[in-house]
Structures are given as C-alpha cells and as structure tokens.
C-alpha cells in the first residue's frame, strides 16, 4: 500500500529536549515536505527537499532542521523545542514537484511545555 | 504573494441539504488547484484536483468543484451532504515548491 508514514504520532515534550520526527514514503516519490498546522492558519511549509542531500527552508523554518539523506526519508529535527513549536505537523510526498498531488502522513501532535 | 482565501470558518447545514465551500486563490499563473479534507483526528485526504481543461472536476465522495478564472474561485460543492461528511476543509494552490493553504472552514452537519 502507497502510503507516508510518520512516528511518533504524539509527543509530549520539555523545552530544550532535542527530537526528532521521522517520516517515510513508500512510493519512491522525490520531493517531500514538512507542514505544521495551526488553528486559524491552515497548513504552512517548514522545509523541502526537491532530491537526497536538496533540501530548502519553506516559509516558516526557523527552529527547525531537516535532513535528506535517503529518497525514502525525511526526518524533522528540533534542537532545542520551544512551547510555539506545539502544533500538528504533516510530512508530505510528491514525484513530480508541488503540480502533483501530494500524499500526506497521519500527522505527528507535538506539545511542549 | 500567492495566497488562499476560505471565507467562511465554520458552516453548518442540515443532512440532506446542499453545500457550498468558498475559495479564493491569488496566483499569477495558471494554478493547480486542490480541496483536501480532514475528519477529526485524521490526516488529510485529497477530495480533488484541477490542473487544467473542464472547469468542473467531479472528486470523491461526491464532491466536486468549479474553476472560475474570472472570479479566482475553486468553490467545492455537494448536492446532499451526509453526517459524516462533518469534518475540516482545505483549499490549496500549487505554487514552486509548495502547497499553499487556506485557512481551512469546518463543516458541520446537523440532523
């Protein structure tokens, strides 16, 4: 089954406790991407990666870092969580660019406190 | 810059009754253009998609949708909504390297 899977799907967590969420797609797609949604602002883009070792910021990076080192994975990275990086965050993936459609995870819920 | 518009954050219609979800797109070119739906505590779905020929794109579960250049609109439509259609709904816009999203609109659906 094609699919984007993310883990884990919650987290609870302290500020400053570096984490890690990781995303893998199925499909052999090469772009994939990272959104957090919060209430009132829909879905925004964090980072993207266009191909393994391409990745760029999107539009709200900061606190965030990302790596690219298999086609298949995408890991989100945060160093040191702050209480507004809570959110519900997506990975994504796509084999053709932002054109195509766009397979999503289930979604990872992250609190900090 | 490139932006959707849903100007409506929540709506709520009868099961049974038609529907009509509002989206305005601003892009310079021609857009791809999505609705996505999100039911309580899932992921997000693709109901549909217009990248380019017929204005009207018929998606899944019943839906569909009407580009309207003109008007910069992507309205997703349901002649007869069912309870379990209550859920939150996004429109997109395709822009380089990235879904742009709307606000979203929960639907509520009361019997």
């Known amino acids: 089954e094609a699919q984007v899977t993310q883990n884990p799907r919650y987290l609870i967590t302290v500020t400053g406790k570096k984490l890690t969420v990781t995303c893998s797609q199925n499909m052999n797609h090469e772009y994939m991407s990272w959104y957090r949604q919060d209430p009132g602002l829909g879905l925004r883009q964090i980072y993207y990666?266009?191909?393994?070792?391409?990745?760029d910021k999107g539009d709200v990076p900061e606190g965030y870092k990302v790596s690219r080192k298999e086609k298949r994975n995408f890991p989100l990275i945060l160093e040191s969580p702050s209480p507004n990086q809570t959110s519900l965050y997506f990975c994504a993936s796509s084999s053709s660019g932002t054109g195509y459609e766009q397979y999503f995870g289930p979604g990872t819920r992250l609190t900090v406190t | 810059a490139q932006s959707v518009t849903q100007p409506d954050i929540h709506i709520t219609v009868s099961e049974g009754a038609s529907l009509e979800l509002r989206c305005n797109y601003s892009y310079g070119a021609t857009p791809y253009l999505f609705w996505y739906v999100q039911s309580p505590g899932q992921g997000l779905q693709l109901l549909l998609k217009y990248f380019s020929g017929d204005t009207l794109v018929q998606g899944i579960k019943g839906f569909e949708a009407e580009f309207k250049r003109s008007q910069s609109s992507f309205n997703l439509r349901k002649p007869s909504v069912h309870w379990s259609d209550a859920a939150e709904y996004f429109c997109?816009?395709?822009?380089?390297?990235?879904?742009?999203f709307g606000a979203g609109t929960i639907l509520r659906v009361k019997s």
């Open positions: 990666s266009m191909n393994v070792e391409v990745t």
């Open positions: 997109a816009v395709a822009v380089v390297n990235k879904l742009v």
